[in-house]
């Protein structure tokens, strides 16, 4: 074996002999003897003195095998009792294994050299290339499990070579333990009646418990195959205790109890709908279960109708395809707007802030927050890229008023302004990444946030309060309700009340889309206000250029699906025709959902998107990291072209209408 161990580990010279003798020969036939005679005496000293460096070499490598051997295989019995083996790290020639190893891959000692990648086709070594000791990945071998553990060592020849030894921890036992472990940890899970209140609103005893009856069947039959623990815990939460080697049975079926419970119809023919939150991977039942909690909250705030796991990195998604149902409570509302003013009346400065290129919707409800503020006797500063906003003309108008001066103020300038007695007062978002001036948002510690949007899993957190209200038409229509419970209507200027009324008609298509009792209920008091929908209706006209280009983008939109409108721009366009554009693709015969892409000058794709139909159009940008709602949303994707977009975009509507 060292013989053969030896001539691996050598360099052929042979070949580079043969060439010298030829340019002997060649001088001889030319005739030029004293050249030929020189080369040959030059290859002959070469010979001998690489004769004696081999016998040399030989000698040192022979004794360094000999003490590897002795060592690996040193037991009682002369067999090591790990399986191991010997390689070279250049190529993965096999130099030596012992008899475990052979036993276990069939590897035989031979004349015909075999490499590790023969014998362990799946095995890679790049690991102990790059310095590390132990194996990233298991390998299976006759049916059993082993860790690998290796180290380099330099073999004590002339030419260094770099040899590589692995060892196999035979972990079957230990593996199967930690399986079981890791299947049987368990899952904690809190099934909530969304809209409990709604079904049982104005029903007889009898009625309530007929319902509750088929409610509670409905979450039993979901849960006997888990052979869980299932308790309610109140009339309309139910907890569910399982183990985790279900769970993934759950997840590939989505969830079926979410449409189940839509069979399940009140009196009035309401459908019931639930939401289940599950806590995965807590190291105590405590933590578990607040994770199940932090799921529902999520689910609440997307909506409803969806499974939300939360595990200690991320939250996973399922269901939430339907369109919210408003479940809204008007108590809340009235609480927030107490919370509210009690956290101005304390501050020093107030900042609100929207999202980066602000619409009427954010400047709407900054402006009636500023109001807030003005009852309070605070100082109400409106965070704002005043160059870069889709609400040019409405700041304007309110700039002209005594009041608002000085009130609109750059990111920079309000970040020199904060002190520890600050907050900040977030609208029309609930996401970080989408806030105007995001070191403003780190730099004050009492944050509130007011918003409609579904939340998406990077939400701020934490806030002291939050209004967040996914079946709200528009952050405006929430602010609205605030001031009417906090502020008289002496204290709100006309131009406010155009501004929450602007914010409203923008986000609802001037009453034609997500619109409820309270979002009417809400224009009415602004109307009482001194707000015009005529005057709003002159905020959103375009000039005639514009209007000839919204209708450019139109003439891009191609057909998906019968019954999507997809325009993907090749130029960059203004993001107000954008949305606008979307917009009116809806106006179409037969088209329910419509997506509008661009370019922009920051090496990214702008998409907006609307949906009148079943298409969930949040669902479908959530995985290019967009948000909004299911009738409308958008996203910004940096650092793609518009046709990879284009392709994630397709291949998200895909897997929305075939999950």
Same mark, same amino acid.
């Given at each position: ?6 001539? !691996? ?42 004769? %004696? ?57 031979? %004349? ?13 070594? $790049? ?28 073999? /004590? ?22 399986? /079981? ?15 409990? /209140? ?220 904060? $002190? ?80 929450? %009324? ?81 917009? /009116? ?17 920051? $090496? ?14 949040? !669902? ?26 284009? $392709? ?12």
């Amino acid at each position: 074996m060292r013989k053969r161990l030896s001539g !691996m580990l050598r360099p052929g010279m042979g070949l580079y002999f043969i060439v010298m003798a030829l340019f002997c020969l060649a001088a001889l036939v030319r005739r030029h003897y004293w050249l030929a005679a020189a080369e040959t005496a030059v290859t002959m000293v070469l010979f001998v003195l690489y004769l %004696m460096s081999r016998a040399r070499r030989n000698r040192k490598l022979q004794q360094y095998v000999q003490t590897v051997e002795n060592t690996l295989e040193f037991t009682s019995r002369g067999e090591a009792p790990l399986p191991a083996v010997m390689i070279r790290l250049g190529d993965g020639g096999i130099v030596w294994g012992n008899h475990r190893f052979s036993e276990l891959t069939g590897y035989a000692d031979s %004349m015909m050299e075999q490499t590790l990648k023969e014998v362990l086709p799946d095995f890679s070594v $790049d690991w102990l290339s790059s310095g590390k000791t132990e194996s990233p990945r298991d390998v299976t071998m006759a049916g059993r499990r082993y860790r690998v553990y290796g180290s380099v060592i330099r073999a /004590e020849d002339t030419y260094g070579t770099i040899l590589g030894v692995l060892y196999f921890s035979d972990l079957t036992e230990l593996y199967q333990v930690r399986d /079981e472990y890791i299947r049987s940890r368990p899952v904690v899970a809190i099934i909530l009646i969304d809209n409990y /209140e709604e079904l049982t609103k104005n029903l007889t005893e009898s009625a309530i418990s007929s319902l509750n009856a088929k409610l509670g069947d409905a979450i039993t039959e979901w849960t006997e195959p888990f052979q869980g623990l299932l308790r309610k815990l109140e009339r309309n939460r139910y907890l569910f205790i399982f183990e985790k080697r279900d769970l993934k049975r759950a997840m590939d079926e989505k969830f079926p109890l979410l449409e189940t419970v839509h069979e399940i119809l009140n009196p009035t023919g309401l459908p019931a709908s639930i939401s289940i939150g599950l806590g995965v991977d807590g190291e105590t039942f405590d933590e578990a279960y607040s994770f199940a909690a932090l799921g529902i909250e999520m689910a609440l705030s997307r909506g409803g109708d969806q499974a939300v796991i939360k595990d200690r990195i991320n939250f996973s998604f399922y269901g939430g395809r339907n369109r919210e149902a408003d479940y809204r409570s008007k108590v809340r509302s009235r609480v927030t707007a107490n919370s509210l003013m009690e956290l101005i009346a304390q501050s020093d400065r107030v900042f609100i802030m929207g999202h980066q290129n602000a619409d009427l919707d954010a400047v709407g409800a900054a402006v009636g927050i500023c109001c807030l503020c003005r009852k309070q006797g605070r100082k109400a500063h409106i965070v704002i890229d005043l160059e870069h906003n889709a609400a040019q003309n409405l700041i304007a108008e309110i700039r002209q008023e005594e009041k608002y001066k000085d009130v609109f103020i750059s990111g920079e300038d309000a970040f020199l302004m904060v $002190d520890n007695r600050s907050i900040l007062v977030v609208v029309d978002t609930n996401r970080p990444d989408q806030v105007e001036f995001k070191p403003l948002l780190e730099a004050v510690s009492k944050v509130c946030v007011v918003d409609h949007h579904r939340r998406a899993a990077d939400y701020i957190n934490p806030v002291v309060v939050n209004l967040h209200e996914p079946y709200a038409s528009s952050a405006s229509e929430l602010v609205t309700e605030l001031v009417l419970y906090a502020a008289e209507s002496s204290d709100v200027l006309p131009v406010e009340a155009k501004a929450l %009324m602007a914010g409203i008609c923008l986000d609802t298509k001037f009453f034609n889309v997500r619109t409820g009792e309270r979002t009417f209920e809400a224009a009415a008091a602004l109307r009482r206000l001194g707000a015009d929908t005529t005057e709003v209706k002159l905020l959103l006209q375009n000039d005639f250029q514009d209007t000839m280009a919204k209708y450019q983008i139109i003439q891009e939109a191609r057909l998906y699906r019968d019954e999507i409108a997809i325009a993907a721009l090749s130029s960059p366009t203004n993001r107000i025709l954008a949305a606008q554009a979307a917009d /009116e693709l809806l106006n179409i015969s037969g088209i329910t959902a419509s997506f509008v892409m661009y370019p922009d000058e920051d $090496d990214q794709v702008i998409i907006s998107a609307r949906s009148i139909g079943s298409a969930n159009v949040q !669902m479908i940008l959530e995985p290019l990291g967009g948000g909004g709602n299911a009738a409308t949303a958008g996203a910004q994707i940096k650092f793609a072209t518009v046709q990879e977009t284009l $392709d994630r975009l397709v291949e998200s509507i895909d897997k929305f209408y075939e999950g």
